[in-house]
């Protein structure tokens, strides 16, 4: 039996429903609290690269995500006309293909499932107050009054983490210059992997969601104030796409009618400096690294910390050993896809201004990343 029996995740989403299963089957007492009342999410897509497809697999749930999602090949980077110069992704990984688009909602529901199956008790519309982290357990405050001892308690509430203020102070993300559009469609037949388009000023992404469905992400800048109103998301994401002629862009500039299915959000990053945990508490995902999606690598490196935080804790070692086995398996790995994804942001945003320096290659600078995540975690 593991020495930690009991923990408690704090947040619901990716990392934290990977984090629950994971635990459950390595034989430890989960308790999630989630901010949020329901499990909810917007309803574009997420692209996952073949390697968070492995540690999908080790949760027994990469297959419901094929089965649900569409997987595909390397992305096709085109000019803004439509023509194709390369191609960029991961390598594949055994059975994976390199990528598996899928809807956001659909994967929660796949998480949530798996969670509940493996005996997750998921506590809704709660997050918490107040740590008293010892050497041997922690003694939880809840937002609702109530309180509960663990053994371990792992924060996985996102860029915002209020386990990590508690524990390690303010730590402010930094806004990288850049903002991210995205919407969904109907997916075409012609669509059969995923297309990105290289603007001036911006970049375009076309991605399969479902058999049936895809989404298209749009790169853009919008200064050093990124706040858009409501009625202004409609008409300015058109006009960011008016230099786009390629027929699978334009087709979907068409259809951009609801400024409701416009998921607009600034890009920001931060990464924790080692160690991210202290006593009995310790944080994953956007809580400790959080990354723009360059890479597309954000949720899968939530994913692959919550397999590999469970590994070290079913091995039954003392948990200052496990947490820092953790740390030397984690850090550098989600340090370069922070670095690099910050790297090919800036470089971008130098290409545009006409002051890219010479020897720096977008496309290179990804597809090198991109490559490295197929080494073991």
Known sequence: MASVKKVL????????????????????EVDIAELHPTFDVYGVGIIQPSNALRALDSLGLADACLEQGSPYGPIDLHAPNGHKFTTIGPPPLGRFLPHNGISRRILHTILRDGAQAHGVNCRMNLSVTALDNRADGVDVTFTDGSTGTYDLVVGADGVNSKVRTLVFGPQKARYVGQSVWRYAFDRP???????MYMGRNTRVGLIPMTKDRMYMFLLSCEGENPAIPQAELLPRMKALLEGYTAPLVRQA???????????????????MPAPWYKNRVVIIGDAAHATIPQLGQGASLAIEDAVVLAELLATNQPVNEVLEQFMN?????????????????????????GKLPEGANVAAMIGQASGRMGAPI
């Not at 619901?12 to 089957?25: D, E, F, P, T, Y």
């Not at 500039?253 to 990464?271: F, H, K, V, W």
């Open 329 to 353: 398996r984690r850090f550098e790995r989600c340090k370069m896809v922070v670095d690099s994804s910050n790297t090919v942001s800036e470089w971008e945003q130098l290409e545009w201004q």
């Open 253 to 271: 500039a068409e259809q951009i009618t609801d400024p409701a299915g416009i998921i607009y959000r600034p890009l920001e990053t931060l990464l």
């Open 9 to 28: 995740v704090v947040g619901g989403g990716i990392g934290g429903l990977s984090a629950g299963v994971a635990l459950r089957q390595a034989g430890i």
């Open 189 to 195: 037949a012609e669509l059969t992997t995923g297309h």
